[in-house]
């Protein structure tokens, strides 16, 4: 088992940063791909970005690419996503997620196998 416990979001105008971290307990963190996902209301979740399991390998949805990094620290068992010039098509609720099915990080939130409870992001216009 894997305990995931994000933290981080909050409230900020367009244009501002914010950061986000997941911290796991439980089974060796170093051992499973992380990825961020996010929903907004009545939308499904989606994948916002992944890394593989040593962080040298990061994917992201388009529509991120350039303004949010997502990273990992294996030591304190953490992963974090930086994100910067928020628009307000970012609010929702966002995710981390582990895989030991795929140590490369995925699209698909099929081939996570924790979840955390989610940490609310609203970017006000």
């Known amino acids: 088992q894997v305990q995931l416990v994000e933290s981080g979001g909050g409230l900020v105008q367009a244009g501002g940063s914010l950061r986000l971290s997941c911290a796991a307990s439980?089974?060796?963190?170093?051992?499973?791909?992380m990825g961020w996902f996010r929903q907004a209301p009545g939308k499904e979740r989606d994948f916002v970005a992944a890394i593989s399991w040593s962080g040298g390998r990061t994917d992201y949805v388009d529509s991120v690419k350039g303004r949010f990094t997502i990273s990992r620290d294996n030591a304190k068992n953490t992963v974090y996503l930086q994100m910067n010039s928020l628009k307000p098509e970012d609010t929702a609720v966002y995710y981390c997620a582990a895989s030991y099915r795929n140590l490369y990080g995925s699209r698909y939130y099929g081939e996570y196998d924790y979840w955390g409870q989610g940490t609310q992001v609203t970017v006000s216009s």
């Open positions: 439980g089974r060796t963190f170093s051992m499973h791909a």
